[in-house]
């Protein structure tokens, strides 16, 4: 790693560090790389050409980066990236985490820039979930190399994250040296910080019944779907309670119109804030599918998986003042939300690091619509620059 020069550390008890606005290069930079990133198709999985791009960045700015091999575990071409830059001897280390991957594209990316915002030309994803946010740390690491850092950074680049945060769980917890971390995932007005999330549970339940003749022999059958549908007739969904959602995804089953359905499958899911009360909504959808199956004389093979678990930040947190007080330098009011959905944040902070899912302003994530305006990316860069300086401070 180049050893960059380093600003000398601040105190809580001195003047607050203002770093200085990204400059006319900087930004322009982060309009190109942000353009070129999306360009690069990157669905879970396959993230080897964009892993490639932003290590080869980050090597020109001087930043020594290693991939680790979480790919056998994941199933991804490339595994996880993690970057250091010193800082001053004695001053913490703080994490910043983006995701290289991608949900399924539709359609390939071709980025328009219109009207101060970027867009897809085709109908399909933009990608900006989560590239801008790589962008934006690719312009941080440049600087800090260049000109040093009040606390010294790990940049934190996973893949998966979009198949329930399976590259981020294969991070060794013990390769990082950060005291507390910032995730920039979430889809939302700049200014959010997301300081709770929901334990997510899978549920696959797999109906067995007996085929025949639907319309020469149906009382020889059972029909696994007739008791599936039982088992959903009897099952909540939507939002259950303010903090506890469930919804029936899949369902798939039967051969033919006239053969009585030997097979069906659904796949569920459960979150809550509330770990308690998405375990308690859980083995109630568990309890109906035996009931259901039962009722028609199936059998039904039930799995269960929490992919990841509720958590809370405290406002005192460190990591929750050090963004609240850099929006505030920056004119934003903080804003504490509650998300249901998840982020690398839940597997960081089950390993034991706490972590901040700042929102990053991108709008319509997973949608054909998606977009971003020049000025969020802009405004994420600078916020991010007064994130590192805040945290030298709290």
Known sequence: MTQAPTAGPSTAAGPALKPPPARAEERDRLAEDFVRLCEIESPSGSEREMADAVSAELRAAGIEVHEDESGRATGSQAGNLLARLPGPEGARTILLCAHLDTVPLAAPVQVLREAGAFRNAHEAILGADNKAA???LL?????????GSPVGVELL????EELALRGVKEVDRTALHAEFGFVFDHASPIGE???AAPTYYRVEARFHGAAAHAGIRPEDGRSAIGAAVTALAGLPTGRLDSETTANIGVIEGGSAANVVAEHCRLELEVRSLDDERASSVVGEVVDRMAEAASEAECDVETTVEQLFRAYRLARST????????????????????ATGGGSDASALIAAGLPVLNVANGTERN?????????????????LTFAIIARSAEV
Do not use: K, N
Not at 139 to 147: D, H, K, P
Not at 318 to 337: C, F, K, Q, S
Not at 366 to 382: K, M, Y
């Open 134 to 136: 790589v962008a934006v």
């Open 139 to 147: 312009g941080v690491g440049r600087r800090l190399a260049a000109e």
């Open 157 to 160: 680049f996973t893949t998966c």
């Open 193 to 195: 910080l997301i300081v």
């Open 318 to 337: 460190p990591v929750v003042r050090a963004a609240a007080a850099a929006l505030e330098a920056g004119g934003i009011e903080p804003i504490y939300v």
């Open 366 to 382: 997973h949608q054909p619509d998606e977009s971003v305006t020049v000025e969020a990316l802009e405004t994420v860069l600078d």
